[in-house]
């Protein structure tokens, strides 16, 4: 019975070592010395970084060669309790010189899906202060990892009673888990009707955007951080610098306004005191004259700039976001600075009248019916915002700066020589927005059924995305607009006007002689 017990604990007594995260074993009779290791590893580190292991607690052995004694603080620091350093105590050695310290390089392994990995090394028993450096986007606080002699693996905190080569031990430690912050930034449209990071607009309206970030948690090895939030915007968008609203004390932060947007500096000691506080900042820009058309988008990009190493707080990383602003034409460029013309795919609009020739782009003669010269209106159903065009040599109206959004198309001033189409004609624009933002297709509907349609492809990160190829719609069709040719007043031949004019005559000359007629036989009747 006693036999089955004692083999009974020693099964217990491997299970439980069997239990501890990493563990080195040691057989009865084997005594612990210098040269004991065991892997310990830290997880949840993004796998360029460089993570370097600093021993600052170490075992202490017999110098008669009986064994383990304890641990002992590592010459040159300062750890009230050796088995227990405190964060404060970690902090001032991370600050500190660490250049007599046991350094170990760890190794990292496969990264997973968000390029995070666990680093590995071979420890000796104590305490290691884990600091992490390098290329590195996030901000990580100092970790302490600990290797101990365990009695039976009965657990892996630090005891100091000794051991010898009769002790049944083995040596465990636990993994350190990465805390860290990863600094974000998130911007956004601000009641837009195409969602938050993209939306269209018109020329002169005014557009609402926020900026949504938190001041990242630095520990007590950082003694001066840098936190700046930054806003772009490109040349069609003009910022309105008399209402940025920021969330923060006005003696907490500076701000530089600039024409293309603003620099935030968040002050070293507030960041420093303020971890993982939220910052918001709203303001609002005008879309301009030179803003892009269709597919060349107006862009805001806000910025977080934040420092990421606590021995050089200038050595920083940075992280952005960017919201899409679009506006449309017809008969205009597929983009607002260059590519290729409507006109050379499809015209949305004609006038068209009777036959002639002109010089086309090509310096060739072509005949067309198109007409110049008429004058149109476009009006916004919704915000009545008018918009006038005068038709060119290819009959084709270019209106710019246009919303999304219901639309009425109606002739005001005809061609010389041709009577005015007063037909109101409805013109809808409608658009389709990529998750990111960026405009996927867009659409001009005249007339309940002539459309254009351009899909675009693109590739590339979310904030560099360039567009491949721009599909036009097979069903692309033109709009005729006719208008109708007054009769020319004939000079020669025909009765003309001739007739009309000599019969007035005659019918004033008569009128006249019945007049004076009169008048005499008045004259009479009185002298009698």
Not at 227 to 255: A, F, M, R
Not at 344 to 365: A, P, S, V, W
Request: aromatic content about 8%; some cysteine.
């Amino acid at each position: 019975m006693k036999k089955l017990k004692r083999i009974l604990a020693i099964v217990m007594s491997m299970a439980m070592v069997m239990g501890m995260s990493l563990s080195t074993f040691a057989a009865t009779g084997q005594t612990p010395k210098e040269s004991d290791a065991t892997a310990a590893t830290v997880s949840n580190v993004e796998v360029t970084a460089t993570v370097t292991a600093y021993q600052v607690v170490k075992a202490t052995y017999s110098t008669e060669g009986f064994g383990f004694t304890g641990y002992k603080t590592v010459d040159g620091l300062t750890i009230a309790n050796e088995l227990a350093p405190t964060s404060d105590e970690i902090t001032a050695i991370a600050n500190g010189d660490k250049s007599g310290l046991k350094a170990v390089s760890m190794s990292a392994g496969t990264a997973d899906e968000k390029g995070l990995a666990t680093f590995t090394a071979n420890l000796n028993p104590g305490y290691w202060m884990v600091l992490v450096s390098g290329n590195i986007k996030e901000v990580y606080n100092p970790m302490l990892v600990g290797v101990a002699y365990s009695v039976s693996g009965s657990d892996s905190e630090m005891v100091a009673d000794p051991l010898d080569a009769n002790s049944n031990w083995t040596l465990v430690t636990q993994g350190a888990y990465a805390k860290s912050t990863v600094p974000t930034i998130t911007k956004t449209i601000v009641g837009g009707d195409n969602g938050d990071k993209g939306d269209d607009a018109a020329i002169g309206d005014t557009v609402d955007f926020q900026i949504s970030t938190a001041i990242p948690s630095y520990s007590k090895e950082y003694t001066a951080a840098v936190v700046k939030i930054s806003d772009t915007l490109s040349t069609g968008l003009t910022l309105d610098q008399d209402h940025i609203v920021i969330n923060l004390p006005e003696e907490s932060y500076d701000i530089t306004k600039l024409e293309s947007g603003f620099v935030i500096t968040i002050y070293s000691d507030y960041v420093l005191a303020h971890g993982t506080e939220n910052v918001t900042v709203t303001y609002s820009a005008t879309l301009n004259e030179n803003a892009g058309i269709n597919f060349n988008p107006n862009t805001n990009t806000a910025t977080l700039e934040y420092s990421n190493n606590p021995k050089d707080s200038s050595d920083t990383k940075k992280t952005d976001d960017k919201t899409y602003h679009y506006t449309f034409g017809i008969d205009s460029k597929l983009f607002g600075e260059s590519g290729e013309d409507w006109n050379k795919i499809t015209k949305e609009l004609l006038k068209t009248g009777e036959e002639r020739e002109i010089t086309n782009e090509q310096g060739q003669t072509v005949t067309t019916t198109a007409l110049s010269g008429a004058t149109f209106t476009l009006t916004n159903n919704t915000s009545k915002k008018v918009y006038t065009a005068v038709s060119n040599e290819l009959g084709a109206l270019a209106f710019t700066g246009l919303d999304a959004g219901n639309y009425t198309l109606v002739e005001t001033v005809a061609p010389e020589g041709y009577s005015v189409n007063t037909t109101k004609i409805p013109v809808v624009i409608t658009a389709d927005y990529n998750a990111d933002g960026t405009l996927n297709w867009y659409k001009i509907t005249v007339d309940g059924s002539a459309t254009s349609t351009y899909t675009a492809t693109y590739q590339g990160p979310k904030t560099e995305k360039t567009i491949t190829t721009i599909v036009p719609s097979e069903d692309n069709k033109e709009t005729e607009i006719k208008n109708t040719k007054l009769s020319d007043l004939p000079s020669t031949g025909g009765i003309g006007t001739t007739i009309f004019t000599i019969g007035g005559c005659l019918i004033m000359i008569v009128a006249a002689g019945l007049f004076f007629t009169s008048r005499k036989k008045s004259s009479k009747n009185k002298n009698n």
